[in-house]
């Protein structure tokens, strides 16, 4: 789909809908020459897909053909649909209407599968388990979230930026919990970190990022192993029991069985949320397939940053900031 431009259509759109039957020209959209699907018609009068508007109204909230504020439509939140046209089109034209639900519905089985092209939204560091909350404003992201919705998954990937790689190899996919939509479209979207995965490959979707990926699971261990693993694990876990004792806003760590979770503990990867590291060092912690390296350097880190006071004074200013 084309967005509009702030100029005259092309000749050659005109010569072409000037060869249409004129029943059937009245019942396109005017930004992308289809058939009216889901059609709303604005205050000022004029009528579109839903869709199409709403990713007009990404940009600028004017309407795209008379340029009249939409500013109080689109505060509104919601559009309600033109029945009497969508009750014309059915009885005139119920083949083409078919053929454009069809399309919808084949795009809509494309963006619901979360191994391929999955969309990424390129920002911070999250984690499975731990809550990631954005302000999402950027038009790409706008829409990316709205498609997020509409196929029901309510689910896309999270990856810090990569120089010369646009984002990093890993990431976590993010669940929406809630969505609070502003009055200028913008919104305010609770999110939580769920399962890690690599990207296998790049690509782009109207204007966001998208890869396919492969999820990332924890190796398990048995035997003399898991006795070494489950020694190093309380140990570890006392350790940062006792770093949080001394911060006002105390998080209780909650214990877990090991390896119930292909990413392991949560209160893991909320310490390594909250540790006053580089990016790059948190993702090497995140991309490891192993528990017992994750444990032994999260070990290292409280050993040191309990040993340092003037870092650990500063990660408590920090914390209550927070």
Request: charged share 25%; hydrophobic share 35%; proline share 7%.
């Amino acid at each position: 789909m084309q967005l509009p431009s702030d100029t005259e259509p092309s000749l050659g759109v005109r010569e072409w809908e000037g060869d249409l039957p004129h029943p059937v020209r009245q019942s396109l959209v005017p930004l992308d020459m289809l058939m009216f699907f889901e059609p709303v018609t604005t205050p000022c009068g004029h009528t579109f897909c839903k869709e199409c508007l709403e990713r007009c109204l990404d940009h600028r909230p004017n309407c795209p053909l008379c340029k009249q504020s939409l500013r109080e439509y689109l505060k509104a939140g919601s559009y309600s649909p033109t029945v009497l046209l969508q009750d014309i089109m059915l009885a005139t034209f119920p083949a083409q209407l078919a053929e454009r639900r069809e399309l919808h519905r084949a795009e809509m089985a494309e963006l619901s599968n979360l191994t391929k092209n999955i969309p990424i939204f390129v920002c911070t560091m999250s984690f499975p388990g731990i809550a990631c909350p954005l302000h999402v404003f950027e038009p790409r992201y706008r829409l990316m979230i709205r498609r997020c919705q509409e196929t029901g998954t309510r689910r896309f990937g999270m990856c810090i930026y990569e120089n010369g790689k646009s984002f990093a190899d890993y990431g976590c996919m993010l669940e929406i919990r809630q969505i609070e939509l502003l009055p200028d479209g913008r919104s305010l979207v609770d999110t939580i970190g769920r399962r890690r995965f690599r990207v296998l490959s790049r690509g782009h979707r109207d204007g966001y990022n998208t890869a396919d990926i492969e999820y990332l699971e924890d190796k398990k261990v048995a035997g003399e192993e898991l006795q070494e693993l489950q020694c190093l694990h309380e140990s570890t876990y006392r350790l940062a029991n006792t770093f949080t004792l001394q911060f006002p806003t105390r998080r209780n760590l909650s214990f877990s069985p090991l390896q119930a979770s292909a990413d392991g503990p949560t209160w893991c990867w909320w310490l390594i949320s909250i540790l006053p590291l580089d990016p790059s060092y948190q993702l090497n912690l995140f991309s490891t397939t192993s528990l017992r390296a994750r444990l032994t350097q999260l070990q290292r880190i409280l050993a040191a940053l309990l040993q340092d006071t003037s870092l650990e004074l500063a990660l408590r200013d920090f914390l209550l900031l927070e």
